[in-house]
């Protein structure tokens, strides 16, 4: 029987029995217009028995080793033929209805590639949460933020941002691309492991002139952390690593060098900040991220696209908006 189903939820596993057993059901009972794939990633837990015994219906993909995140969904997504990706967190509820707007724009909007719904806080339902909000943006200097997030200051859901509108990244949280698209950036970058690879994705999208959107009618709540907490240093020197390998991939010639040395600067002043708080691993971290960055340098630059667009910012320093000028809330930078 030929599937006529356009979308693909497929959501990566890794050791996350708990987390399957807690939010898949929302998926599987809300997600009518779409099959439902875990790809697991040689997990060691129990994973693949709870799904074969409380999941039939789910479609099981079993990589070979635990990839990470993008090389995991690279591998996953070879044989997903659905024309549609909605790539979830398993530590994702989601919401009746979460999948007709989507699919709406997609059907459509032709050049609209990338899509990310509404991302709400599970632990605090009346708040956006950090990883994604109500879609990203960057500044010149390569700092992700969120309308409804700006660094470590959350708003609360208001309906303030329930304006479907051209954002210029998509959280990874919960992810929805064209498989066309996919393909022709060629995924995402397993270089980058896990860590802001959505964000490179997004940005070479951008280059392309691929559109990327954000719809408010699609709401999707979101635990943030379960695989790899905020606190843990390992996640300091992927976001600091990628961050910068991200910059070097995707600046505009005339930017690359004056603007890596500033965020280089400007790290060294995150790593003085962690000192004073005691926090002397995720400084290390930093130093560890910036080695890595010169040992990647060449690689990475090779990775450069022939088109790098100038116009990929709206603000030139969110850290000076946020610490110097107080704007902690996305309406009152501008």
């Not at 044989?79 to 990706?85: D, G, P, S, W």
Request: charged share 25%.
């Amino acid at each position: 029987m030929i599937n006529s189903k356009k979308i693909a939820v497929v959501i990566l596993n890794w050791n996350g029995a708990k987390l399957l057993e807690q939010f898949l059901p929302s998926v599987v009972a809300y997600s009518d217009e779409a099959t439902v794939y875990v790809a697991d990633n040689a997990s060691t837990d129990n994973s693949i028995e709870i799904l074969k015994k409380q999941f039939p219906s789910v479609k099981i993909i079993q990589n070979t080793d635990n990839f990470g995140f993008a090389k995991g969904y690279n591998e996953a997504l070879k044989n997903v033929e659905e024309e549609y990706y909605a790539l979830v967190n398993s530590d994702i509820e989601v919401t009746e209805n979460w999948l007709p707007p989507i699919l709406n724009i997609f059907e459509t909007e032709p050049n609209t590639s990338i899509i990310q719904p509404k991302l709400l806080d599970f632990k605090k339902k009346t708040h956006f949460e950090y990883a994604g909000g109500a879609g990203g943006f960057i500044d010149k200097y390569g700092y992700p933020f969120c309308r409804g997030r700006i660094f470590d200051t959350v708003e609360a859901d208001k309906n303030q941002y329930d304006d479907e509108i051209e954002i210029f990244w998509a959280t990874g949280a919960c992810f929805f691309i064209r498989k066309e698209a996919f393909r022709t950036l060629n995924g995402f970058d397993d270089d980058f492991f896990a860590h802001q690879e959505e964000i490179d994705l997004c940005w070479r999208a951008f280059n392309l002139d691929y559109t990327t959107k954000y719809c408010p009618q699609s709401v999707v709540y979101h635990v943030g952390g379960a695989t790899l907490h905020e606190g843990n240093p390992r996640k300091t020197f992927l976001n600091f690593r990628n961050s910068l390998l991200m910059l070097l991939k995707n600046l505009p010639k005339n930017q690359l060098v004056p603007v890596i040395i500033m965020r280089m600067i400007l790290d060294g002043l995150a790593g003085f900040q962690f000192i004073l708080k005691g926090k002397f691993r995720h400084f290390w971290a930093i130093l560890k991220a910036h080695y890595a960055f010169y040992l990647l340098t060449l690689k990475f630059y090779k990775k450069r696209n022939i088109i790098q667009k100038t116009n990929y910012f709206k603000i030139k320093s969110i850290v000076y908006r946020y610490f110097i000028k107080s704007g902690k809330e996305f309406a009152k930078l501008f």
